[in-house]
């Protein structure tokens, strides 16, 4: 058994004394690991670093096995995220709800599309409420996605302020003042009240941004890790937890 695919490091183990069991997120073959031989030598100490793209060979006797891992860098993203420690937060974050919330070997090429163009994001100025969306459309790339175009209750496309905890569709303000208390309020970063664009918007941090991930992990925890018995990976707490601690500052 053998393929070349293009992939994101979602995260690497040692292996014995000089091996590396590596986690990726392949293009064509989903979530995928294997033994890099050497992974621990000063050589490829810097190329296994979570959130680089690489180009992967894998190479395996039979489909079930773990398999050996030849891995060459394409892109190193995780050194231009490393002195600035929000971007790196969210890098850790994206990389660990892939890694927990995928099952292995099932291919999700708009996933790995997805992650690899927020790997760039998050280097701009913008990569704050960049991330948030990225969230939103991971769910819709799984088959979870929220419909923030139209108030579910009539239709409309305007003055849209909530959501609904269940369905994850938009409700406008006049339809859900009633039941505003059960609902979520949309998030400018999601396009909601005062949604602006550019890097003013990624200046948001704080509150808004803290709940829009609270928003976007309900979604996750109820159709991704609540069904597979996983709790929600540390490094998404800690990253909403962050901009909690910003807004409060």
């Known amino acids: 058994m053998e393929w070349r695919d293009e992939a994101i490091l979602l995260g690497a183990r040692r292996h014995g004394e000089a091996g590396i069991v590596a986690s990726l997120m392949t293009r064509a073959h989903g ?10 030598s000063r050589r490829l100490r810097g190329v296994l670093q979570p959130g680089n793209r690489l180009t992967a060979h894998w190479r ?23 002195l600035d420690a929000g971007r790196l ?25 997805s992650l690899d163009a927020l790997m760039t994001a998050l280097q701009g100025p913008d990569w704050a409420r960049t991330y948030v969306r990225w969230e ?13 175009s139209a108030c579910a209750a ?6 849209l302020v909530y ?9 406008s303000r006049e339809a859900g003042r ?30 808004d941004l803290a709940d829009a991930l609270a928003l976007s992990g309900h979604f ?13 990976p540390d490094a998404r707490a800690r990253l909403e937890a962050r901009f909690r601690k910003e807004a409060a500052a």
Do not use: I, N
Not at 63 to 81: C, D, K
Not at 163 to 171: D, I, N, Q
């Open 31 to 40: 979530r995928h690991a294997g033994l890099v031989r050497g992974g621990q």
């Open 89 to 113: 937060s969210a890098l850790t974050a994206a990389l660990a709800l892939v890694e927990a919330g995928l099952a292995e070997r099932e291919p999700h090429p708009h996933v790995y599309e």
């Open 136 to 148: 939103v459309g991971l769910l819709g790339d799984l088959g979870f996605g929220l419909d923030l």
């Open 220 to 232: 996750l925890a109820r159709h991704v890790f609540d069904p597979q018995g996983k709790p929600m």
């Open 60 to 82: 395996a006797r039979l489909e079930e096995h773990l398999g050996s891992l030849t891995v060459e860098l394409s892109a190193s993203h995780a050194a231009a995220l490393m």
């Open 163 to 171: 959501l609904s905890p269940k369905t994850g569709r938009a409700v």
């Open 178 to 207: 009633p039941y505003r208390e059960r609902l979520f309020r949309l998030p400018a970063a999601l396009g909601g009240p005062g949604a602006q664009g550019g890097a003013q918007g990624a200046a948001q941090g704080g509150a």
């Open 154 to 159: 009539t239709g409309v496309t305007e003055d």
